[in-house]
């Protein structure tokens, strides 16, 4: 393909490509194998870029191909149906419940804080920044950043009702970014 098809290629890509994601999400009910076919779409409109007849909208032609890769995705699916079984067997799944109400609860103390202390908890424990990057966004010391996020863990603890609780929260923030 020479430069100036590539050029043009680009240029559609760049313009048409979340309107093919959006029509393709629409067929789909999934982004993620709306991207995957939008991915495929391009594909194969990259190689058929230099013979497309109607270069003016070359965006219908990778629609179609969305579409009928769609189709053909459900049609191979069909094919390949759960089969119906005399009996389901048992499978043991993990309950996550506790690890939920924990985090709600740590969650509802931290709503509890200030906004700048609330703001501080978030960027350190959720985001992960250090104490220096956190006073950088907050545009305060690194004092400030120290001396608030204490007394908000203070203020957690309390909150929560045991030292135990308030370091099980800080583990329970990080973990849950």
Request: proline share 3%; glycine share 4%; aromatic share 6%.
């Amino acid at each position: 393909m020479r430069a100036e098809q590539e050029e043009d290629f680009r240029r559609f890509v760049i313009d048409s490509r979340h309107r093919l994601v959006r029509t393709a999400y629409v067929l789909t009910g999934d982004y993620a194998r709306a991207e995957d076919l939008v991915q495929t779409a391009l594909v194969r409109t990259y190689r058929a870029w230099p013979r497309i007849q109607r270069r003016d909208v070359p965006e219908h032609y990778a629609r179609q191909i969305v579409v009928h890769l769609n189709a053909s995705w459900w049609r191979r699916l069909s094919h390949r149906s759960e089969r119906p079984v005399a009996f389901v067997p048992e499978v043991a799944v993990s309950d996550d419940t506790e690890t939920v109400d924990r985090r709600d609860q740590v969650w509802r103390a931290v709503l509890t804080l200030p906004p700048r202390m609330r703001a501080i908890i978030v960027l350190r424990f959720l985001e992960g920044l250090k104490e220096t990057e956190t006073a950088e966004v907050l545009g305060c010391s690194v004092g400030t950043v120290k001396s608030q996020t204490s007394r908000a863990l203070a203020k957690l603890r309390s909150h929560l009702g045991t030292e135990a609780a308030a370091e099980q929260a800080t583990a329970t923030t990080r973990r849950a970014g």
